[in-house]
């Protein structure tokens, strides 16, 4: 099955709009280590992610290996509906 969003495959848990968590050690783009993050894009084994750059201080779009972070929860758009039937 594909999500209807990015067209990624919904076997794996990689879809546009994950909430994930940056390892805390990367052999690159350290200023992402230990952020939260959302998955912004997805090609086959990379995922963009919108996360706080330390090193800058702004939030940037970074790409990853499926190793270099995980998902830790819902989807950011299930949130924001439950946001919404709480208001």
């Not at 952020?35 to 750059?53: H, L, P, T």
């Amino acid at each position: 099955m594909k999500c209807p969003f990015c067209g990624a495959d919904l076997n794996t848990s990689y879809c546009v709009g994950n909430i994930v968590k940056i390892n805390n050690t990367l052999d690159h783009d350290n200023g992402y280590e230990n952020q939260i993050g959302v998955i912004s894009k997805v090609e086959e084994d990379y995922c963009y992610i919108v996360a706080f750059d330390k090193r800058v201080n702004c939030y940037y779009a970074c790409g990853f290996e499926p190793d270099e972070f995980r998902v830790i929860g819902t989807n950011i758009k299930e949130l924001y509906h439950a946001y919404k039937r709480w208001k």
